[in-house]
């Protein structure tokens, strides 16, 4: 919801974040997350699961490796 287009107004939460998030809007990692949804790389739920094999925000760094994992073959994508 904090990507696709529309407006939610019978969801505070949601607008609430979507007020929040706004002046990042065009800040080039949500632009790229954007086309990986767009172009059907990566679905919602897969972008924010490959988040639990990260170490702690702000670091990059993988806490878990993606060998075995269904991302295994997406790597290059997810570095980037």
Known sequence: MFVWPGNYPTRP?????QSYFEPYK???AVK???SLLLNEIFYFDELTEILLYLEEFPSTK???SLENSPYSEKT???NE
Do not use: C, G, T
């Open 32 to 34: 790229f997350s954007d």
């Open 76 to 78: 290059v994508v997810i």
């Open 13 to 17: 939460v949601v607008v609430d974040a």
């Open 26 to 28: 065009n800040h080039p």
């Open 62 to 64: 993988f806490k878990y």
